[in-house]
């Protein structure tokens, strides 16, 4: 009987070992990417945000209507100019599969700054920095300047563009960002 | 029959002694030293409270201890993000001043893997300083000694809390030395590629709430050719020997 039961001791110990190996503690939820290849060179990528269904956090001075409405942002705290949001991104199929900031600030001191971060917790993270001009068409573009994970070994750029709502409606401040990624392995050529 | 009950007290205190091995590993040790510690570059020390109240902002999926802030904040329920926790906070130098705001995104890894002592989330700080610029913190954080430590003793705690003193190094890659990835983006951070940790301190946690009393800290790594333009004094901590 005693044998048994030391049988049983190394039997438990090792079904618990074994299921802690084989059966993964986190399982982050997975969207299949939608990307397609560029004839240049490289992968390009769209993401969404829909506004202000999506709007997680706006904060700035002296804001009169904050995301969320009870939100206590430290008026005058942070010199110059802030403005903070926070977003949960969408791709094509309109499926949240991250979250991200978009922060744009001009100090005292320093120039206008416009600046992303993408975060797909299946994926890793993507910052990239705008050019605060506008081009033409209601675009900015940017590069992405650093990656983790899966963007860790890619460069390449992005550009925003804020669609308005179709006219009529009535809510004006209405509309989407449309996030397009473009991004190639560090060593390959995009053109 | 006798047999049968055998088998079945070993096996539930075989699994009982695997799992109590596993939580209390020897081999996991605690590590609080960085070598960024011991770096003779400059060190640039941001200081936050590890107390989800005090933030601007967090979120998460609704269904932690921790509840999101302000009310009213969106919840990220939907399923590629519930493991995700997003905080929005002031980020403080060493005379307790407000130096900028940092936005961290922090995910449980699917790299996780409890056996080995590791509990894995991938985060990245996004930190911007007025007047002075922004930069990225990439890591992967071991937040298993945080739970062994502290989390596991409130749940079992008749108080459902932990207090005592409890000081660890979060980070733990992707640098080769532990330490996390730092990219500048703009200002006089703009040319930055450096290293930093982030280390929390924490004193009391309620099972309810989570951290009650916690401060965290992001102590990033200067180089010399960066440092060089003027920091102001106070937040750049030192230059050790």
Redesign the interface.
Same mark, same amino acid.
């Given at each position: 009987? @005693?044998k048994? @039961?030391?049988?049983?001791?190394?039997?438990?110990?090792?079904?618990?070992?074994g299921v802690?190996?084989a059966v993964?503690?986190?399982?982050?939820?997975?969207?299949a990417s939608i990307i397609s290849v560029r004839t240049n060179g490289g992968n390009a990528e769209a993401f969404y945000v829909n506004i202000p269904m999506d709007?997680?956090?706006l *904060?700035a001075d002296g804001l009169a209507s904050p995301v %969320?409405?009870?939100?206590?942002? %430290?008026d005058g705290?942070?010199? *110059?100019e802030?403005n903070?949001e926070?977003f949960?991104l969408r791709n094509a199929r309109d #499926?949240?599969? *991250?979250?991200a900031?978009r922060?744009a #600030?001009r100090? %005292?001191?320093?120039?206008a700054?416009i600046?992303w971060?993408l975060?797909? %917790?299946?994926r *890793?993270?993507a910052?990239v920095?705008m050019q605060p001009e506008a081009l033409e068409g209601g675009y900015r573009s940017g590069v992405l300047?650093?990656g983790?994970?899966e963007f860790q070994s890619l460069s390449g750029s992005m550009t925003e563009r804020w669609v308005a709502q179709e006219a009529g409606d009535d809510s004006p401040g209405d509309g989407r960002i449309e996030l397009e990624v473009a991004f190639v392995a560090i060593g390959g050529a995009e053109e | 029959m006798k047999y049968l009950l055998a088998l079945l007290a070993g096996l539930l205190l075989g699994a009982a002694a695997a799992a109590a091995f596993i939580v209390f590993n020897p081999l996991v040790s605690s590590s609080s030293l960085s070598p960024i510690e011991v770096s003779r570059n400059e060190l640039l020390v941001l200081n936050y409270s590890g107390v989800a109240e005090d933030a601007l902002a967090h979120t998460n999926n609704g269904e932690s201890s921790i509840n999101p802030q302000p009310s009213r904040v969106q919840q990220l329920w939907e399923p590629a993000v519930r493991q995700t926790d997003v905080t929005v906070t002031l980020l403080s130098g060493s005379r307790n001043e407000t130096v900028g705001l940092g936005i961290k995104f922090a995910s449980w890894s699917e790299s996780t893997q409890l056996l080995s002592g590791e509990a894995v989330v991938d985060s990245l700080w996004y930190v911007y300083m007025p007047g002075r610029g922004s930069l990225v913190v990439g890591q992967r954080e071991n937040r298993f000694q945080y739970l062994r430590d502290i989390v596991l003793p409130a749940h079992w705690s008749s108080s459902n809390s932990w207090k005592g003193q409890w000081r660890g190094n979060l980070t733990f890659g992707p640098g080769s030395l532990g330490t996390g990835v730092v990219v500048g983006g703009s200002g006089e951070f703009a040319e930055l590629d450096s290293a930093a940790i982030e280390t929390l301190t924490a004193r009391a946690y309620s099972a309810e709430n989570g951290p009650v009393a916690a401060e965290g800290q992001l102590t990033i790594e200067i180089p010399a050719a960066v440092s060089a333009d003027s920091f102001e004094e106070g937040v750049v901590a030192g230059d050790t020997p």
């Open positions: 009987m @005693f048994t @039961f030391v049988v049983g001791l190394l039997l438990g110990a090792a079904a618990v070992g802690l190996y993964p503690v986190v399982n982050q939820h997975r969207e709007r997680i956090l *904060g %969320p409405p009870d939100l206590a942002w %430290p705290m942070l010199s *110059g802030l903070t926070l949960k #499926a949240v599969v *991250g979250v900031s922060i #600030a100090g %005292p001191d320093q120039d700054i600046e971060v975060h797909v %917790p299946a *890793g993270s910052y920095t300047r650093h983790t994970r | -």
